[in-house]
């Protein structure tokens, strides 16, 4: 047995959405929505073709050139991106004040 040093194990029932569109860039994006209670409200957004993952706020969104490191984006596409997710990110929820 190995001498693991936990900073936390927990589960918890999530939800995820599953979404498929394309822009005007003709890109397909391929996400999977997950909401949870940790990360203070903020969604892990996973694209799927890529297997990139990050967590998401609406801060996240403004940051410039964000999406397009994360996901390996060019600038079109993560105006699309930024769009689409504008509408699915809601407000960060401080719940452990």
């Known amino acids: ?44 957004i996973t694209d799927l073709q890529s297997g990139r993952t990050a967590v998401i706020g609406p801060d996240d969104l403004e940051e ?5 490191h994360v996901y390996k984006l060019t600038e079109e596409e993560a105006t699309e991106l930024t769009h689409f997710l504008s509408q699915v990110v809601g407000a960060i929820n401080f719940t452990d004040i």
């Not at 410039?64 to 397009?68: I, M, P, S």
């Open 1 to 44: 047995m190995s001498d693991l040093d936990y900073l936390y194990d927990s589960s918890e029932d999530t939800t995820t959405r599953f979404v498929c569109f394309v822009g005007e860039s003709m890109r397909r994006f391929d996400l999977a929505i997950t909401n949870t209670n940790r990360f203070y409200g903020k969604k892990l």
């Open 64 to 68: 410039e050139g964000y999406l397009e």
